[in-house]
């Protein structure tokens, strides 16, 4: 098994341009490979890792499980069905030891809280909500980054339509769900974290699933029906996590057709190197986690014919989020990914926080994001 330490390098190295090519990286990390079956899993990894986000080469090399059965999700699922997606092509799974237990979500740290020296590591609080990136264009007072091919000319094209989403009190219209459910949190603010900590955990109520329930509420309020599925379908295997959630959506959607918007809510992985990175923000002097949204676009070969729909529709959700609570947003992530944003024009991939973020950043996000999107749904609520 690869060491985490030597993950974490690896990923802060796959991420930064001019470290090292993917190649020599591969050749340097190659003797430390034991216990991985296909090598091939670690090249692939390399070419898809996008900038320092998504936490998804941390999970792929964990231990070997045992093999129980995790709970049924609701609606039942199939078989999985093939994605083209790359990003979850590797094989991964966790021990059902490295489950974190419930943590507390008091706001102060106890006394009795501490770390072995040799297990520490630092936590540094940035504001993200700025992009560096030069190829990154606004759309109200969001900004994206666009890391396809597409000049932003090209992009702004998209832009310009008009809202493809359409709201109506005829049934649910939005659905909650958790591609990576047992995505978990740090237990204090604190400014060091336990590097044995894997920040997994299949308690609903510490993990993002409690985090999609405080944004399902919130959109409720606007009266707007909301479906929120708590399967964990990265439990107990990481690996397929994507072709799971996809059998999950397709069978909401088929019971119920009046389903508009898709919201996978997720949380990030911010690392440089031992350091984790919280993305954080204050709003009414309290801490949130910054949110990032992540739209797809497709390079012709990833069967998403609409992908300017869901841009256009994440576009003017962070909008609206910034418009109502500025700097509570990272850049949209606009990206050649599917995270099966091709079930529905009105699909997206949320990533609310950091594992350095603690779950009480995250709950009040998840309530200040879900106010925003509930209002911005509500203005597209037609007339009929």
């Given at each position: 098994?690869i060491?985490?330490h030597?993950?974490?390098?690896?990923?802060?190295?796959?991420?930064?341009?001019?470290?090292l090519?993917?190649?020599?990286?591969?050749?340097?990390?190659?003797?430390?490979?034991?216990?991985?079956?296909?090598?091939?899993?670690?090249?692939?990894a390399?070419?898809?890792?996008?900038?320092?986000?998504?936490?998804?080469?941390?999970?792929?090399?964990?231990?070997?499980?045992?093999?129980?059965?995790?709970?049924?999700?609701?609606?039942?699922?199939?078989?999985?069905?093939?994605n083209s997606?790359?990003?979850?092509?590797?094989?991964?799974?966790?021990?059902?030891?490295?489950?974190?237990?419930?943590?507390s979500?008091?706001?102060s740290i106890?006394?009795?809280?501490?770390?072995p020296?040799?297990?520490?590591?630092?936590?540094?609080?940035?504001?993200?909500?700025v992009?560096?990136?030069?190829?990154?264009?606004?759309?109200?007072?969001?900004?994206i980054?666009?890391?396809?091919?597409?000049?932003?000319?090209?992009?702004?094209?998209?832009?310009?339509?008009?809202?493809?989403?359409?709201?109506?009190?005829?049934?649910?219209?939005?659905?909650?769900?958790?591609t990576?459910?047992?995505?978990s949190?740090?237990?204090?603010?604190?400014?060091?974290?336990?590097?044995?900590?894997?920040?997994?955990?299949?308690?609903?109520e510490?993990n993002?699933?409690?985090?999609?329930?405080?944004?399902?509420?919130?959109i409720?309020e606007?009266?707007i029906?909301?479906?929120?599925?708590?399967?964990?379908?990265?439990?107990?295997?990481?690996?397929?996590?994507?072709?799971?959630?996809?059998v999950?959506?397709?069978?909401?959607l088929?019971?119920?057709?009046?389903?508009?918007v898709?919201?996978?809510?997720?949380?990030?992985?911010?690392q440089?190197?031992?350091?984790?990175?919280?993305?954080v923000?204050?709003?009414?002097?309290?801490?949130?986690?910054?949110?990032?949204?992540?739209?797809?676009?497709?390079?012709?070969?990833?069967?998403?014919?609409?992908?300017?729909?869901n841009?256009?529709f994440?576009?003017g959700?962070?909008?609206?989020?910034?418009?109502g609570?500025?700097?509570?947003?990272?850049?949209?992530?606009f990206?050649?990914?599917?995270?099966?944003?091709?079930?529905?024009?009105?699909?997206?991939?949320?990533?609310?926080?950091?594992?350095?973020?603690?779950?009480?950043?995250?709950?009040?996000?998840?309530?200040l994001?879900?106010?925003?999107?509930?209002?911005?749904?509500?203005?597209?609520?037609?007339?009929?």
């Open positions: 098994m060491h985490k030597l993950l974490r390098g690896l990923v802060v190295a796959a991420t930064v341009p001019g470290v090519s993917t190649a020599v990286l591969y050749h340097q990390i190659r003797p430390a490979i034991k216990d991985i079956q296909a090598d091939a899993a670690v090249l692939s390399l070419y898809t890792l996008p900038d320092h986000t998504l936490d998804h080469f941390q999970h792929r090399f964990s231990s070997e499980i045992d093999k129980t059965p995790s709970q049924s999700p609701s609606p039942p699922t199939e078989a999985p069905i093939p997606d790359p990003i979850d092509e590797e094989p991964s799974s966790f021990n059902n030891s490295d489950i974190a237990p419930g943590f979500r008091e706001e106890p006394d009795d809280y501490s770390i020296n040799e297990y520490q590591g630092n936590i540094i609080e940035e504001n993200m909500s992009s560096s990136s030069k190829n990154s264009l606004s759309f109200g007072k969001g900004i980054k666009n890391t396809t091919s597409l000049s932003n000319q090209e992009v702004q094209t998209y832009l310009q339509q008009e809202n493809p989403i359409q709201i109506d009190n005829n049934g649910p219209q939005v659905l909650i769900m958790h990576h459910a047992t995505e949190f740090e237990p204090y603010d604190c400014d060091i974290y336990d590097t044995r900590h894997t920040w997994r955990s299949t308690d609903n510490e993002i699933v409690a985090a999609g329930e405080v944004m399902a509420q919130a409720r606007y009266g029906e909301v479906l929120h599925d708590d399967t964990q379908h990265d439990y107990p295997s990481y690996n397929g996590s994507y072709e799971r959630s996809a999950t959506v397709k069978k909401y088929e019971q119920y057709p009046s389903i508009k898709v919201l996978d809510v997720h949380r990030d992985a911010v440089r190197e031992n350091t984790l990175v919280k993305p923000t204050t709003i009414n002097g309290k801490k949130a986690a910054q949110l990032m949204i992540i739209a797809g676009c497709d390079d012709g070969t990833m069967g998403m014919p609409n992908w300017g729909k841009f256009r994440a576009a959700m962070q909008d609206a989020i910034e418009s609570y500025p700097g509570l947003t990272r850049p949209l992530f990206c050649y990914r599917k995270y099966n944003q091709d079930l529905t024009t009105g699909s997206l991939l949320l990533e609310i926080g950091s594992h350095g973020n603690t779950l009480e950043e995250v709950l009040y996000t998840s309530h994001a879900g106010e925003q999107i509930g209002s911005y749904l509500k203005s597209l609520q037609s007339n009929k």
